[in-house]
């Protein structure tokens, strides 16, 4: 879905302990669930990719140019 965006505030945080808090309960659980419901399409290194982001380490799963690996815009 193209216009589908995941507002600023869910990446507001005043330290990154806060921002991972926030990955990590709010952040992969609203993609989880927009895959779930078909809103995304899911890729097969998702669980991978959701686990780097919430330990704030959101470039994991960009080192191939694989179709189904998540990459940076």
């Known amino acids: 879905m193209e216009d589908l965006k995941i507002g600023h505030s869910y990446f507001m945080a005043s330290t990154p302990e806060k921002l991972k808090l926030k990955m990590q309960y709010e952040v992969v659980p609203l993609l989880k669930e927009y895959i779930k419901d078909g809103i995304l399409r899911g890729h097969s290194t998702d669980e991978k990719y959701f686990e780097c982001w919430m330990k704030a380490e ?13 990459q940076e815009a």
Request: net charge negative; glycine share 8%.
């Open 58 to 70: 959101c470039k994991a799963g960009t080192e191939s140019n694989n179709e189904d690996t998540p």
